[in-house]
């Protein structure tokens, strides 16, 4: 009976899903972004997550429990160096799946996964500027016109007890 074993085998042996998912982990580390299905990308992602988050701590016991998963020294010293700098403030979710259809031969799902903080355009969309509910002004176009609505005030006050 398969109580309580939910991962996605993939038509493959233990060794053989082993070894591609942990060239399928240097790749994404290397190049921050591939190419793959669905299921795979799934995999994947509970694949190299932890190790993503075991990078955050440099400690000479991570990095071996890293290449044990890895065996591939320019990986590691990729994830250990580039990768822990960006994802430090972050506290998971590391990877992005994002569907781009079906295959043509046999029709499989397809998507690229890749590292959240190395997205160039979606980093670009996220710094638009917030509104405000009440008018159609930028949040940051609203604050300065009423700092300058107080000092009217404040210097008005003065002029009319001047002026009596």
Do not use: W
């Amino acid at each position: 009976m398969r109580h309580n074993k939910k991962f996605n085998h993939l038509g493959r042996t233990a060794s053989h899903r082993d070894a591609m998912l942990s060239n399928m982990a240097v790749s994404l580390i290397m190049h921050k972004r591939i190419n793959t299905t669905v299921a795979k990308a799934k995999a994947l992602r509970k694949f190299v997550e932890p190790l993503i988050n075991r990078s955050k701590q440099d400690t000479t016991a991570s990095r071996r429990v890293v290449f044990g998963y890895l065996q591939n020294k320019y990986a590691v010293t990729e994830l250990f160096q580039v990768i822990s700098e960006k994802v430090a403030e972050r506290p998971g979710g590391y990877t992005r799946i994002i569907k781009t259809g079906f295959r043509q031969g046999d029709n499989a799902a397809t998507c690229f996964i890749e590292l959240v903080d190395f997205d160039e355009n979606m980093a670009k969309t996220a710094k638009k500027a917030k509104r405000t509910r009440r008018s159609k002004k930028t949040a940051t176009e609203a604050a300065p016109v009423q700092e300058t609505v107080a000092e009217e005030t404040t210097q008005e006050a003065p002029a009319t007890e001047a002026a009596e």
